[in-house]
């Protein structure tokens, strides 16, 4: 529960030591290890559409990690939330079309900036897997969030007087809880389903969140509590 706690520590302690090694891993043999060779796919659906089928159209500055250690710093990282995976390129001035897709595998991490984003193989009782970004680890239970962004057909005008509607990116974020028994738990949007989420210790709960007057539906609030939570 606690490996991508410790990357956050151990980012800054081997930064300066790894980034010269990272200057060429796009030679290394190990390369296949964590890049595939799927180079990204465009949007084929034409020009006019609203949305993107990113998170950030950027790429921005990351570093990629393997349990634990840093395979590459300083690349270019890009999450396509309709594919639902990260694109890389050897830098941030690297051209787009030479990016490839990072391949998916609990064992791989991304950090973009303080962001850290992990893979979790898909569970078939649930539907969930993919990428989720880490926003609280304890040693019980973390907190997950997913972004999804659903592709939307545009539409013609029914007449001369409406416009057309244009195909759009419609994007949607769900939280998740991550139990000792690496269950993954989509958290319901109200205050009581998340209270009830977390099963034991309601009455503590309760009193905590009357105590410290907060808004479990804001998420800074949210992991206040469980991270009280994570205490009992």
Do not use: C, W
Not at 105 to 131: C, H, P, Q, W
């Amino acid at each position: 529960m606690k490996r991508t706690a410790a990357l956050l520590i151990l980012t800054f302690a081997t930064l300066i030591s790894s980034s010269l090694k990272a200057q060429g891993v796009f030679n290394d043999p190990e390369t296949d290890t964590y890049i595939s060779q799927k180079a990204i796919t465009p949007p084929d659906h034409g020009y006019k559409f609203t949305g993107s089928p990113y998170a950030d159209k950027r790429f921005q500055q990351g570093f990629v990690f393997r349990d634990g250690v840093i395979l590459a710093s300083n690349v270019g990282l890009r999450f396509n939330a309709l594919r639902d995976e990260f694109e890389i390129k050897k830098s941030l001035n690297t051209s787009n079309y030479a990016a490839k897709v990072l391949v998916k595998s609990e064992d791989i991490y991304v950090k973009i900036m303080n962001r850290l984003f992990v893979f979790l193989d898909k569970n078939e009782e649930t539907g969930a897997g993919g990428y989720y970004e880490v926003l609280f680890e304890g040693e019980s239970l973390s907190l997950y969030k997913k972004l999804t962004k659903d592709f939307i057909e545009g539409k013609k005008a029914i007449n001369s007087i409406a416009t057309d509607i244009l195909p759009m990116y419609k994007e949607k974020e769900a939280l998740f809880l991550l139990n000792e028994n690496k269950e993954l738990v989509e958290l319901p949007g109200s205050k009581n389903g998340k209270v009830n989420s977390l099963g034991s210790n309601k009455k503590q709960i309760k009193q905590y969140i009357r105590d410290k007057d907060l808004n479990i539906n804001k998420n800074y609030d949210l992991i206040k509590l469980l991270r009280y939570y994570d205490s009992l």
